[in-house]
């Protein structure tokens, strides 16, 4: 941003981005408009902004969240110019049950990724439940935060915290929130640092609402308020490995480290595409990876063109087809 806008002070537009988590399926109403609204104010409370965007939440099997993609009984094409995927198994991860369904994903500049745009539910199937998944699935009744624990750390400091994307060791492209929860049981937090490679990157916002980790831990009074993400293009980055690094730090200075390896994949070495095109592309499967073959690709800076193949799996931290390979 300090390059489009140099009349300002670059420590303003350098620190410019803003960003939450947000599961569509939880807080709104599936497959119907609702209307989101953002508000800027300064720190005096002066107002600078505001926005209304109309938006239609869809869900795979009307699920708030899917733990199972499976695509063993399904089948690819590329329609109207959009990815459809027909014969998908998907699982809800609370009740375990299952249901077929076709789906369609299009592309979308603005998250360099794949976005569903519509899932019709055609069958239910059996449920994977069983007097094993409910006996560990009430252990929450009488041992709070069990599920929470399992994937969380509780530092010396007295800070939990965990980053839920980008999950360590995964492939990562496009544009997406790096997001995770924080919260300290003596203090409050204080900052949350985002750095690259070892290099600082930003501050991320921090702490929006998490029920979900009120509720694992009932005796925190911090943890409602311990949602963190920060919007990033991993374009920016080669691509190969780095490390994201997450610093925690308390009101009391102390300090939780968190460094996870990424592989990081660029739609044919770009920073940016601008154009998607599947006008000429066909797509298969190889087993529970979706290839699109003959996609017309463009740089947003160079305006360079290019034709690629492209390799998606779903990924369950995002709810989303993600690009783990690509191919010229």
């Not at 300064?42 to 600078?48: A, M, P, S």
């Not at 695509?71 to 329609?79: F, K, P, Q, T, Y």
């Not at 979308?108 to 519509?118: I, N, R």
């Not at 939990?160 to 997001?179: D, L």
Request: net charge negative.
């Amino acid at each position: 941003m300090s390059a489009v806008y140099p009349e300002f002070s670059p420590h303003n537009t350098r620190n410019s981005g803003w960003s939450t988590t947000l599961n569509w399926n939880i807080n709104f109403v599936l497959s119907y408009p609702d209307l989101v609204n953002v508000e800027i104010r300064g720190t005096r409370g002066e107002f600078f902004f505001a926005e209304t965007r109309t938006t239609m939440a869809i869900s795979a099997g009307q699920f708030e969240f899917v733990d199972q993609f499976l695509l063993s009984e399904a089948n690819v094409a590329i329609r109207d110019g959009q990815l459809a995927v027909a014969g998908v198994i998907v699982r809800d991860k609370v009740t375990q049950k299952r249901v077929k369904i076709n789906t369609r994903f299009r592309w979308s500049e603005s998250a360099q990724g794949f976005q569903m745009v519509a899932a019709v539910t055609t069958g239910s199937l059996a449920s994977q439940r069983s007097p094993v998944f409910d006996f560990f699935a009430s252990l929450s009744s009488w041992f709070p935060g069990a599920r929470a624990l399992v994937s969380s750390a509780f530092a010396a400091t007295g800070i939990r915290a965990v980053v839920e994307s980008p999950q360590s060791g995964e492939t990562v492209s496009g544009v997406t929130v790096m997001h995770g929860w924080a919260f300290s049981e003596d203090s409050t937090i204080a900052q949350v640092r985002q750095l690259i490679d070892g290099k600082p990157i930003s501050n991320v916002p921090c702490c929006s609402e998490r029920r979900d980790v009120a509720e694992a831990f009932p005796d925190s009074p911090n943890a409602l308020l311990s949602g963190w993400g920060v919007l990033f293009n991993y374009g920016l980055l080669g691509s190969g490995a780095h490390t994201v690094t997450i610093e925690i730090e308390d009101t009391e200075g102390s300090v939780t480290t968190k460094h996870h390896s990424i592989e990081v994949v660029r739609l044919g070495g770009f920073e940016f595409v601008d154009q998607f095109d599947l006008s000429i592309a066909t797509a298969r499967l190889d087993g529970e990876l979706i290839i699109i073959e003959g996609v017309k690709i463009r740089d947003k800076i160079s305006q360079q063109t290019k034709v690629i193949d492209v390799h998606l799996r779903w990924f369950e931290n995002s709810q989303s087809l993600g690009v783990v390979a690509t191919s010229e």
